[in-house]
């Protein structure tokens, strides 16, 4: 655009549009399923800009580096959402719930990994809601062992997400499902 003597409208979108590359995890984060804070915690996470003890750290706040939930390693993103032991059994308990095989740990993209899955778009949606839902809960689950000095167990976990995602799902799903996802969120979630 720059240098052509002629402007148009359409030069200008395109110039506008330049190079901007497409994000992966953009239905993770803006998913209607999933509530106002999973989805901010999300984005953060998404972002790399979660406040954990390595990061807090580099800004000089705190000395302490070791991972409030297990205590086995350093607070990262990397460890937060991949390599902890209380993570590992928080994935576990919420695949055990939905019946999905468990070889999935540590996921930081959830539509990555459900897109071979072969289910609807609906399925996968809900799915999605369900992993966000979890990584908000770990954060809190981690804030709280910090602030308050107890952990809370996995299973408790997977119960607050059953809970909020039954309600979820029961107001905005009214009505509106195919018979097969009618079949499946009755099967799996609403159970």
């Not at 369900?130 to 952990?151: D, F, K, S, T």
Request: positive net charge; aromatic residues 12%.
């Amino acid at each position: 655009m720059i240098g052509d003597d002629e402007y148009s409208i359409s030069k200008g979108y395109s110039w506008l549009e330049q190079n901007y590359s497409h994000v992966q995890w953009q239905r993770s984060v803006w998913n209607r399923y999933n509530l106002s804070r999973h989805n901010f915690n999300q984005w953060i996470i998404q972002h790399g800009r979660l406040l954990t003890l390595k990061r807090l750290g580099t800004f000089g706040i705190t000395q302490q580096s070791l991972c409030f939930l297990c205590g086995d390693n350093n607070e990262t993103h990397q460890h937060l959402f991949h390599e902890c032991i209380y993570v590992e059994r928080c994935y576990q308990d919420l695949y055990q719930w939905l019946d999905v095989p468990s070889q999935f740990k540590g996921v930081t993209h959830p539509e990555k990994m459900l897109r071979k899955r072969g289910c609807s778009d609906f399925v996968r949606l809900v799915l999605i809601s369900l992993i966000v839902a979890l990584h908000y809960n770990i954060w809190n689950a981690r804030n709280v062992c910090r602030l308050e000095g107890y952990v809370m167990q996995p299973v408790i976990q997977v119960k607050c997400i059953q809970r909020e995602s039954k309600l979820r799902l029961m107001t905005i799903s009214k009505g509106k499902l195919k018979r097969v996802d009618k079949q499946w969120c009755k099967q799996r979630v609403l159970m």
